[in-house]
Nanobody, 115 residues
Framework: QVQLVESGGGLVQAGGSLRLSCAAS????????MGWFRQAPGKEREFVAT????????YYADSVKGRFTISRDNAENTMSLQMNSLKPEDTAVYYC????????WGQGTQVTVSS
């Protein structure tokens, strides 16, 4: 298990950008695939993006492809999600997760995109 803490959420206008960060504790971070998920009000949690343990492979949900970029720094035990061209439908609580959530979830950070 790894302890995860997200930061960087906030309120932004449509078309704007935000950068989310996920800080991890423990020595195992660099061995885990990491990902971002989100949950909008009244909806189920959904996958956003994932990155391999080395950072060499990434995968995105179709809804964010070309707008969001996931990255990680294993030396700093951090992962980031750069979100550009934000849309109101991106409004949600964003969670970071290790190994699809099987090794830990963060507490979430709210992202609100106004139209």
């Amino acid at each position: 298990q790894v302890q995860l803490v997200e930061s960087g959420g906030g309120l932004v206008q449509a078309g704007g950008s935000l950068r989310l960060s996920c800080a991890a504790s423990g020595r195992t971070f660099s061995t885990y695939a990491m990902g971002w998920f989100r949950q909008a009000p009244g909806k189920e949690r959904e996958f956003v993006a994932t990155i391999s343990w080395s950072g060499g492979s990434t995968y995105y949900a179709d809804s964010v492809k070309g707008r969001f970029t996931i990255s990680r720094d294993n030396a700093e035990n951090t992962m980031s999600l750069q979100m550009n061209s934000l849309k109101p439908e991106d409004t949600a609580v964003y969670y970071c997760a290790a190994e699809g959530g099987t090794k830990g979830w963060g507490q979430g950070t709210q992202v609100t995109v106004s139209s």
